[in-house]
């Protein structure tokens, strides 16, 4: 995949992710979800099984009534962006849905769609919170704990 085709724009510092030959395991991929946590001042990108998601980029908010548990996007390459909330365990993440952009949007419109769908959760948790979605429990597959980097590193 190259960065025209995914929509994202090739950085000179890329975060590595290696974990086998999964679909995301390419210098592309990598620049497109490094940028996509630049433009979303993200905490760090944690790397994951390949196979759920390739990469879970943590965000610095946090929903209240999930109070100490961070928002997060995930992204496969199959079906895309997710938004999601870190799970009690580093092996969990809970997903909301998807954001609804497609598989390989430019990383400002993913950045863009995650403002809009997270203050559109933040309105609604404080206006209705029965109505907040219910989010789906996603484990990683394997063992070894992979690990995460802050997004500054590279």
Same mark, same amino acid.
């Given at each position: 995949?190259?960065?025209?085709?995914?929509?994202?724009?090739?950085? +000179?510092?890329?975060?590595?992710?290696? =974990?086998?030959?999964?679909? $995301?395991?390419?210098?592309?991929?990598?620049?497109?979800?490094?940028?996509?946590?630049?433009?979303?001042?993200? +905490?760090?990108?944690?790397?994951?099984?390949? #196979?759920?998601?390739?990469?879970? #980029?943590?965000?610095?908010?946090?929903?209240?009534?999930?109070?100490?548990?961070?928002?997060?996007?995930?992204?496969?390459?199959?079906?895309?962006?997710?938004?999601?909330? /870190?799970?009690?365990?580093?092996?969990?993440?809970?997903?909301?849905?998807?954001?609804?952009?497609?598989?390989?949007?430019?990383? /400002?419109?993913?950045?863009? =769609?995650?403002?809009?769908?997270?203050?559109?959760?933040?309105?609604? /948790?404080?206006?209705?919170?029965?109505?907040?979605?219910?989010?789906?429990?996603?484990?990683?597959?394997?063992?070894?704990? =992979?690990?995460?980097?802050?997004? $500054?590193?590279?």
């Amino acid at each position: 995949m190259s960065p025209q085709t995914m929509g994202c724009v090739a950085v +000179e510092e890329v975060v590595t992710m290696k =974990r086998g030959a999964g679909a $995301g395991d390419t210098p592309d991929v990598h620049a497109c979800v490094y940028t996509v946590a630049r433009a979303l001042n993200a +905490e760090s990108i944690r790397r994951w099984d390949a #196979v759920t998601f390739d990469a879970v #980029v943590v965000l610095s908010k946090q929903f209240r009534y999930y109070s100490g548990r961070h928002i997060l996007i995930a992204w496969n390459p199959h079906i895309g962006w997710a938004l999601g909330i /870190e799970g009690q365990r580093t092996d969990r993440i809970l997903i909301i849905g998807g954001i609804g952009i497609g598989r390989h949007p430019p990383p /400002e419109v993913i950045a863009d =769609r995650t403002d809009e769908f997270v203050a559109d959760l933040l309105h609604l /948790e404080y206006r209705d919170r029965d109505a907040f979605p219910v989010p789906t429990l996603a484990h990683r597959l394997g063992t070894a704990d =992979r690990g995460s980097r802050p997004v $500054g590193d590279g």
